[in-house]
């Protein structure tokens, strides 16, 4: 059988008549006698059409991005602008005269942020400057209102949140923001650092007064920290680069100007003297109940300042428990009256004009008048007949009033002629230091002396100095009467390594080497001889040059005479001096008040611990032993 289907059975169709034999087929439907191409102009006008439409909308667009939508792109394309930040130079370290850091700097973190990356369009939340501070108040110790605000600045690409924060809040930080980040929420993508060190002083409380300290921004404020800010800051830098959200565009490149460190101070302080010198006067005010005392040691030959110690004192890295009162340096800005310590320049004018010498017979009443009043010493006693030597030994006032009185015929050539004196040893002038907030002390014109004046400025009332001009009184004459002008710094190092010393100090002859000798061992008698009031600063096996004092105090407050100053200045050893040091303490409250009481054993302390530092053997020698009395009628 076939596969194909059967026709179904009906009428055949009719036959195809046949053609003719020779007859022509006739054309077919649609064909040409010729070929002929098609019209183009239908597609020219399709594509014309096209291209017209497509630079129509590329015509719109354009209009679109430079007018209509034109602040929209133009905040787009701020974000990925270039910024400039700043890169802070290192603070040069400030040591002692060995090199032993005593203020320098540590790793730390100016913690800044973009306000713009914190406004809702870019951080994707309504109020991330809010929940960034929420989450970052108890990391930088600022309260959230504080940063909030500071976040909330849109207008601003920088701003600094918290400055020099350790390595390690900053890795707190950095945690949190990965951990954000994972979430899909991180509103801290705005934050950064930047490398800020931290002014750290290794010794804390230790010659706070010397040093001071430095603000928030790094900026020295306070003692030499401040007088030296240009050498010690340096020059920073900047540093300007492309970012796009928050991050720098690695292949933008960047203009970076480099900071420059700032030298390295090196100071004539000890620290180990320092040390013994701070401990030893914050022990004496404490017990004393006292206001406040200074320490001063000085190297007699150079002029250098060991220490300088200030009680109380304060942590110049944490100033936010400081007594502001304790700021400062009192050893330099306060000014007082000395007392009996100033007596021994009143000696040297004795004897350096001739007027007496130590075996000179001084008569010394119980009381002497002068002018409108009666003069006194410390204690009644009847009639004493001393010595020049004795007068200062015992530390009589009237005794050098007495004294005094032999430079000239006329008291106002003896108030001219000592006056040379005191100034040429000073005193109305500023030290040399030129250490901020110091004061020159109080030194009136001799034809300005009231009449009650001209009779206490000899033994050490009615005129004011500061410790460090008592100290180089004291150098003065231990250095054979040539006064050197103190110091307190020994040179800089620059950032290349370079050293550049100190200008050397200015030195002047005050008194004849013949008449310091004569002086220091009227001294050796205040100290060396049981009638002398400075017996509490002996120190075995040392000859010892000392005086006491014991001035009335005028109250800062209400300017009137209250309570008093006590002080002790001495050098050692006494017939080939080395080294200075002078202590006060101002409104002792407890126990005694005489100087000899307060300060003599501090000097004695001090000044031993010295002496041992610094290797200074005993001469070995015995003192002279002026005599301090003499027989009535001799």
Same mark, same amino acid.
Request: glycine fraction near 10%; hydrophobic fraction near 35%.
């Given at each position: ?206 010659? #706070? ?39 720098? %565009? ?8 480099? #900071? ?101 017979? %001084? ?114 004459? #231990? ?47 205040? %100290? ?107």
């Amino acid at each position: 059988m076939s596969g194909r289907p059967r026709r179904a059975p009906g009428p055949r169709p009719a036959s195809r008549p046949a053609r003719a034999s020779g007859a022509a087929r006739p054309p077919r439907p649609g064909r040409q006698g010729t070929l002929r191409l098609g019209n183009p102009r239908p597609r020219l006008r399709l594509f014309g059409i096209v291209l017209t439409l497509v630079m129509l909308a590329f015509t719109v667009r354009l209009l679109q991005v430079q007018a209509v939508d034109a602040s929209t792109y133009a905040s787009k394309a701020d974000v990925n602008r270039y910024i400039t930040v700043p890169l802070a130079a290192e603070r040069g370290t400030v040591t002692d005269r060995d090199g032993v850091a005593l203020a320098t700097t540590v790793d730390a973190y100016d913690i800044t942020a973009d306000p713009y990356l914190f406004t809702p369009e870019q951080a994707k939340v309504p109020d991330a400057p809010a929940q960034a501070a929420e989450l970052l108040a108890p990391i930088l110790g600022v309260d959230e209102e504080t940063l909030t605000e500071r976040l909330s600045h849109a207008e601003r690409r920088y701003v600094v949140l918290a400055r020099q924060q350790s390595p390690q809040v900053w890795r707190q930080i950095t945690d949190l923001k990965r951990t954000l980040a994972g979430s899909g929420r991180n509103v801290l993508a705005g934050v950064y650092s930047e490398e800020h060190a931290k002014r750290v002083y290794p010794n804390r409380r230790l010659a #706070a007064g010397v040093l001071g300290f430095v603000n928030s921004e790094g900026e020295g404020r306070g003692g030499l920290e401040a007088k030296y800010e240009k050498v010690l800051a340096g020059r920073d830098g900047t540093i300007t680069y492309a970012q796009s959200g928050g991050r720098q %565009v690695p292949t933008a490149g960047e203009r970076e100007r480099p #900071a420059q460190p700032g030298s390295d101070v090196e100071l004539t302080l000890d620290r180990d003297i320092q040390w013994a010198a701070q401990r030893a006067i914050e022990e004496q005010v404490e017990k004393s109940r006292a206001d406040r005392g200074y320490v001063i040691v000085q190297d007699v030959r150079t002029g250098e300042i060991l220490a300088m110690a200030n009680a109380p004192g304060y942590d110049p890295g944490d100033l936010s428990k400081a007594d502001a009162s304790a700021l400062g340096n009192p050893a330099v800005q306060d000014a007082y009256e000395p007392g009996s310590t100033s007596k021994v320049m009143s000696m040297a004018a004795v004897l350096e004009e001739g007027a007496a010498d130590p075996d000179t017979h %001084v008569v010394v009443p119980n009381r002497l008048p002068r002018a409108d009043r009666s003069f006194a010493d410390d204690v009644d006693h009847p009639t004493w007949y001393l010595t020049l030597n004795g007068v200062l030994a015992k530390s009589s006032n009237i005794g050098t009033i007495l004294a005094v009185e032999q430079l000239g015929d006329t008291q106002k050539e003896v108030n001219r002629v000592l006056h040379s004196y005191l100034r040429k040893f000073g005193i109305g002038r500023k030290t040399g230091l030129d250490f901020p907030g110091e004061t020159p002390g109080i030194l009136a014109e001799p034809e300005e002396w009231n009449a009650s004046q001209q009779y206490t400025i000899p033994f050490g009332q009615g005129l004011s100095i500061n410790a460090v001009q008592a100290a180089s009184v004291y150098s003065t004459i #231990a250095n054979g009467g040539v006064r050197v002008e103190p110091s307190l710094v020994r040179g800089t190092t620059g950032p290349d390594g370079a050293w550049t010393p100190a200008p050397k100090p200015k030195r002047n002859r005050v008194v004849s080497e013949k008449t310091a000798r004569t002086l220091a061992t009227m001294l050796e008698s205040v %100290v060396d001889d049981w009638e002398g009031t400075g017996t509490t600063a002996r120190i075995p096996g040392y000859r010892v040059a000392g005086k006491t004092g014991t001035a009335n105090r005028v109250d800062p407050d209400t300017g009137r005479y209250n309570g008093y100053t006590s002080s002790f200045a001495g050098f050692a050893p006494a017939d080939t001096p080395r080294v200075t040091v002078y202590c006060a303490v101002q409104n002792p409250r407890q126990g005694s008040y005489f100087g000899s009481q307060v300060c003599g054993p501090v000097y004695q302390e001090v000044m031993k611990y010295t002496l041992k530092a610094l290797r200074i053997p005993p001469t070995g020698t015995e003192p002279p032993r002026l005599p301090v009395t003499f027989e009535p009628g001799d």
